[in-house]
C-alpha cells in the first residue's frame, strides 16, 4: 500500500525498501542508496527488481492461491530477461522461482544464504526477506544480506566484486 501499488517500483517508499537499496548500491547495482519515489533518479545496473505477487494481499501476507496466479507473470518476466542469478527474498519468493521455471519443489529447500545451481547455468539465492519484521527483531541484519550479496557476487565472478564498495 505504501510501497509498489503506490510508487508502481517494488519496495519503492516502504521499510524493506531500505535495505534492499542501499546493499544494491554498495554492491554496484543501483546509482544511488535509496528509493522513495517512482521518479527519484533511481537506476539498476545490471538487476532487476520484481514481485512474486502482483497485487497487494491482506495483511501484506500472499495465500498460496494468490502465489500460483500470478506465477505465470513471474515466468514471463524471467523468460523475457533471463538473469544469471536470482535473489528470492523469502521462502515465498524462492517457491515463486522455482515453480516459475516449472522446477521440482522438493529439490530447492529454501534456507538463508543457499545458493541453487538451476538449469542453463541459472542460480538462485536465498535471503530471509528484508521486512521491518526481519530487519526489527535482528532475523534478518545488514550484516547477513550482504553475505548472500556475497554469494551473488561470486556466483557473478570477478567481475561483480570488482563493483562493490
Known sequence: MHGANRTGRPFTGDHAGVLLYRTL??????????SAEAHD?????????TNAVKCLPPQNKPLPDEVRRCNRFLAAELAAHPPQVILALGRIAHAAVVAALALPQRGFAFAHGARHALPGGLQL???YHCSRYNTQTGRLTAAMFRAVFDEIAAALGEGARARRS
Open 25 to 34: 548500491h554498495d554492491y554496484g547495482f543501483a546509482n544511488h542508496c535509496g
Open 41 to 49: 533518479g533511481l537506476q539498476l545496473l545490471d538487476c532487476r527488481v
Open 125 to 127: 539465492v536465498d535471503s
